[in-house]
């Protein structure tokens, strides 16, 4: 064994630290985990990894529980609304660039 003998096992720290990182109880905590994605639907567990507890990073609040991808992609957005907003305009326009750009009216 190297260094100094630990009083609780990492588990129980890293549990402590999450408890207090979002301030939440550990039966909130446990509750949340079994939920599916907030966004997607996606079950616990889905692509081998848990769910993230989704947090305002300004305030802390936490807003719920999400699969990993949908983490990533609100990271990605900067968690910006009006950001995500012209994102979903984009996907729904029906431009096809294949035939080149249209000409101007």
Known sequence: MRGKPRAKCRSCCSLER?????????????ELMRRPCDICGAP??????SHAIDHEHSSGRVRGV?????NLALGHFKDDP?????AVSYLAHDADYRAGIPSAP
Do not use: K
């Not at 009006?82 to 012209?86: F, G, I, P, S, T």
């Open 82 to 86: 009006e950001r995500l907003a012209r």
């Open 66 to 70: 999400l699969c990993h991808s949908c």
């Open 18 to 30: 999450t408890l207090s990182r979002y301030g939440i109880t550990a039966e909130t905590l446990t």
């Open 44 to 49: 616990p567990g889905s692509f081998q990894r």
